[in-house]
C-alpha cells in the first residue's frame, strides 16, 4: 500500500509544482489562460489529490503533523506555500512584487521538499548532505 501512496504523492506534487509555475508565467505575461475553466479547478483537484495522500501516507507510516515535528513543519509551511501562491497569482498589482512573491513561494516549495526528505524542520542543516 504504502509504494502506492507514495507514487501518488510524488506525482500529485509535481503536477501542482507545474501548474504553479505555469499559472504564474499566465500571471507574469497578464495571460487570460489564467483564468479558464479548466485553471479554476484542475489545480484544487490536483491539491486535494495531495492532502487526501498525504493523510493516506501519514496514517499508514503512523506518523502524524503536531506528533512528529517535521511534519507539522511541513503543514505550516505548505500552509505558507498557499499564502504565498495565492498573492503571486492574484493580488500582485506588477511583476516586480509578482517576482518578489513568486521567489517566496518558490523558496517555501524547496523547503517543504527538504523536510520531507530530511524528515527534520532544520532541513538547511541536512541539505548539505544531500548536495555533496
Request: no cysteine; proline share 7%.
Given at each position: 500500500m504504502y509504494p502506492v501512496l507514495k507514487a501518488i504523492h510524488l506525482t500529485a506534487i509535481a503536477t501542482t509544482i507545474t501548474l504553479f509555475m505555469l499559472r504564474a508565467v499566465w500571471a507574469f505575461q497578464g495571460s487570460a489562460r489564467l483564468r479558464?475553466?479548466?485553471m479554476r479547478w484542475l489545480p484544487h483537484a490536483n491539491d486535494t489529490v495531495l492532502?487526501?495522500?498525504a493523510l493516506a501516507t501519514a496514517a499508514v507510516l503512523g506518523q502524524y503533523p503536531f506528533v512528529n515535528d517535521w511534519l507539522t513543519a511541513k503543514v505550516l509551511a505548505l500552509?505558507?506555500?498557499i499564502?504565498?501562491?495565492h498573492i503571486t497569482l492574484w493580488r500582485c498589482r506588477n511583476n516586480q512584487?509578482?517576482?518578489l512573491w513568486f521567489t517566496a513561494s518558490l523558496a517555501c516549495f524547496a523547503y517543504i521538499l527538504l523536510v520531507a526528505r530530511c524528515h527534520d524542520p532544520r532541513a538547511w542543516l541536512c541539505a548539505q548532505s544531500l548536495l555533496a
Open positions: 479558464m475553466p479548466i492532502l487526501v495522500s500552509l505558507a506555500y499564502v504565498l501562491g512584487q509578482r517576482a
